[in-house]
């Protein structure tokens, strides 16, 4: 069945140091790639997306890129801060939504 | 705007037991979804609407109920609760856009139940 596998499942940082989350997904019918940062005691929120016809897409300190021929996508966060200590989804699909277990990013000050 | 709305926002049911998760949005969204968590397997789609009347199953259905009388509310019906139901339940709406129908989700705070 469809799948989308994330990893690290936990991942500890510095401030002010890079992050990177990667996933990838089986269903190559896939277009839309969604990620989610869930804070503790809140429900996700979505942070950033990429299309299938994109290859890259940048909001600051955050960017996803996308490989649609290996069938994989990645989450970069630069210059992290101790607010972006969360749980982070990536999620993929065309119709339905198919998400990662997670990642624990911790940024310690 | 409060958003999605979700209540109770924790629960204890015994074995057998039923109960209602409530959902509300004020978007004006039409797609609305339910959603449970468990620890280290991501979001599992339980149940969703694409609009007033309509629902479909998602990934995990059994054990539950949905009805969608209204745009704004969509709640989950447990009938016969089991230990296997122990999560935390999220509702989630989005008003789709022209490429995709699952964009941009908007969650609730979620409801955290145990089945004792």
């Known amino acids: 069945g469809e799948n989308v596998e994330q990893h690290p499942s936990t991942l500890s940082v510095q401030e002010g140091d890079s992050a990177v989350i990667k996933c990838t997904y089986s269903?190559?019918?896939?277009?839309?790639f969604p990620w989610y940062k869930q804070e503790l005691g809140k429900g996700p929120q979505l942070i950033i997306d990429i299309r299938s016809n994109v290859g890259e897409k940048k909001d600051q300190r955050i960017a996803v890129t996308l490989n649609k021929t290996a069938k994989h996508f990645s989450l970069h966060i630069t210059e992290t801060q101790p607010e972006d200590s969360a749980v982070y989804f990536c999620a993929g699909g065309y119709n339905k939504l198919i998400f990662g277990a997670g990642t624990r990013l911790a940024v310690h000050p | 705007n409060a958003g999605v709305t979700q209540t109770p926002k924790f629960r204890i049911l015994k074995i057998g037991q039923s109960m209602t998760l409530q959902c509300a949005q004020d978007?004006?969204?039409?797609?609305m979804y339910w959603y449970r968590q468990d620890p280290g397997m991501g979001l599992k789609l339980i149940y969703y609407s694409v609009g007033a009347g309509i629902t479909d199953k998602g990934e995990v259905p059994n054990g539950y109920n949905v009805s969608r009388s209204t745009t704004e509310d969509f709640p989950l019906r447990l009938e016969l609760a089991a230990p296997s139901q122990t999560s935390v339940y999220f509702c989630?709406?989005?008003?789709?856009?022209?490429?995709?129908?699952?964009?941009?989700?908007?969650f609730g705070s979620g409801t955290q139940l145990s089945v004792l």
């Open positions: 989630a709406s989005s008003s789709p856009g022209l490429e995709a129908a699952n964009e941009k989700l908007f």
């Open positions: 269903d190559s019918a896939s277009n839309y």
């Open positions: 978007m004006n969204h039409n797609y």
